[in-house]
């Protein structure tokens, strides 16, 4: 089983529909990342949280520490929207930063 | 700041041959990570720095795999000498207080 798991693999919406993703992880975490790939390959880092929720734009973020699971939600979707969503965990080892680990990611197509 | 750079973005190259891809982290960044994607596995790390300082290189596949960062603003990673399966987007990123900040990759296809 891999520690972090993500959900759906593939994702296809209409523009302006709301979307989910979501995110669970089995190891001790100090923080957890969303990363965005673009088709092109370029990878951004949307969010890093450790607890609550976090806003930018039309992107939220959320993370529950005690069940070990995060959402990414995208509310009125666009095209634009449309690319590879990736979470990662930085694993807690000792208080050192750790490394990230990823999730296979979330594939998203928003269709005009 | 220009963000994480890497050079180059293209590398095809034979195998046997030695490959060396370059990383400009973020100034003022304490950290510094090398990754690899494939489709197959997705991405990997390879290698991490903190302070110049290697300190987790479990993730790098053979000793053809060699990291450096000789200073504060530069890293190198070099695979010597290449084969096809080395061929993948290599990522290097950059972080400070765990926000992590990637480059644009370089692609190296090795025939």
């Known amino acids: 089983k891999n520690e972090v798991e993500q959900s759906p693999q593939n994702l296809t919406a209409q523009e302006g529909e709301f979307i989910t993703i979501n995110c669970s992880y089995s190891v001790g975490i100090s923080a957890l990342h969303w990363l965005q790939q673009h088709p092109g390959g370029g990878i951004v880092s949307l969010f890093m949280l450790s607890s609550g929720k976090k806003k930018h734009g039309r992107l939220i973020a959320t993370i529950n520490i005690q069940e070990k699971h995060s959402s990414l939600h995208i509310t009125a979707s666009h095209p634009r929207d449309s690319a590879v969503y990736i979470c990662?965990?930085?694993?807690?080892?000792?208080?050192?930063?750790?490394?990230?680990?990823f999730g296979k990611g979330t594939k998203l197509s928003v269709k005009p | 700041d220009a963000g994480v750079i890497q050079s180059p973005r293209h590398e095809v190259t034979e195998m046997g041959q030695e490959v060396t891809l370059r990383c400009k982290p973020i100034?003022?960044?304490?950290?510094l990570f090398w990754y690899r994607q494939t489709m197959m596995r997705g991405l990997e790390l390879l290698i991490y720095?903190?302070?110049?300082?290697?300190?987790?290189d479990s993730g790098m596949p053979e000793d053809r795999f060699s990291a450096k960062m000789p200073n504060a603003s530069f890293s190198t990673l070099k695979i010597q000498p290449s084969e096809p399966r080395d061929s993948a987007v290599y990522f290097c990123a950059s972080s400070i207080q765990g926000l992590a900040f990637f480059g644009q990759g370089t692609r190296l296809t090795v025939v």
């Open positions: 100034s003022g960044h304490d950290y």
């Open positions: 720095f903190n302070n110049n300082v290697p300190i987790d």
């Open positions: 990662a965990v930085t694993t807690d080892y000792g208080g050192s930063q750790g490394n990230l680990i």
